[in-house]
């Protein structure tokens, strides 16, 4: 007898990820779409994200939304070496803020984008990734999510040009973004479901989903702990150009 068919098991669907990943983000961010980029990766990303989790596969909902980050955050590295005053327009201020990225890793000011240097729009990031997700069935935590991983990708590939070696990667995708994007991948896809899978039952969602939500919790919390305490000494370009 043959198995029925499950959409969140077909190669397709990760591949139809995978190409709306890269039209979302490519041509926008080398169009330098300030708007439709997010708004774009945002619609795209959250009906993906919706198909698994409104088929209770909550593995298939952390794998295309990571499958999708991995992409776009690669496409966006690339483009901001080969083209990055292009790229910039897709970002409010992008000029300033790959200055500012500059300015944090040679001179040793306030990393942009953090808690540190922008209190208020982290706020927002964390509420967007958490409470956001829960009211809205994931969208405001995929929007919050995909900014994340956009602004990250784009500083990335700009320190990467800087510093002119790929094999720098390793600075320029520091461990505490790492870390949030992990946490904040599974945050969002577990405080979808209320809304998609469990019809506003949050205390059935919260004793199901308890290890789960400890663990990804946790990673996002590391991850912003991190970014406070580490950015100060993260500056290896003088170690292996010292006499």
């Not at 927002?124 to 994931?138: D, N, P, Q, W, Y």
């Not at 599974?186 to 939500?213: H, I, K, N, T, Y």
Request: proline fraction near 4%.
């Amino acid at each position: 007898m043959a198995k029925a068919y499950q959409l969140t098991r077909d190669p397709v669907f990760y591949l139809m990820a995978v190409l709306f990943a890269l039209f979302t983000t490519g041509l926008s961010a080398f169009l330098g779409q300030l708007r439709f980029m997010p708004i774009s990766q945002t619609i795209a990303l959250s009906l993906f994200m919706a198909l698994a989790l409104r088929r209770r596969d909550l593995r298939a909902a952390l794998s295309v939304v990571a499958l999708w980050l991995v992409t776009t955050m690669l496409v966006l590295i690339v483009l901001t070496l080969l083209a990055p005053t292009q790229v910039e327009r897709a970002f409010a201020d992008g000029f300033l803020h790959r200055a500012a990225f500059s300015e944090w890793y040679f001179t040793g000011s306030p990393l942009p984008a953090s808690f540190t240097a922008a209190p208020f729009a982290k706020t927002l990031e964390i509420a967007g990734i958490t409470v956001g997700s829960l009211l809205t069935g994931g969208v405001v935590g995929v929007w919050s999510l995909v900014r994340l991983a956009n602004l990250t990708a784009f500083s990335a590939g700009h320190l990467l040009g800087v510093l002119e070696s790929p094999l720098w990667i390793f600075v320029a995708l520091p461990i505490w973004s790492l870390l949030q994007l992990v946490g904040a991948t599974g945050l969002v896809a577990l405080c979808a479901e209320p809304m998609l899978v469990d019809r506003f039952a949050f205390r059935q969602w919260l004793q199901r989903r308890r290890r789960e939500l400890a663990i990804f919790g946790a990673l996002y919390a590391i991850g912003l702990i991190a970014e406070a305490v580490l950015p100060a000494f993260w500056h290896f370009h003088g170690i292996f150009t010292m006499n």
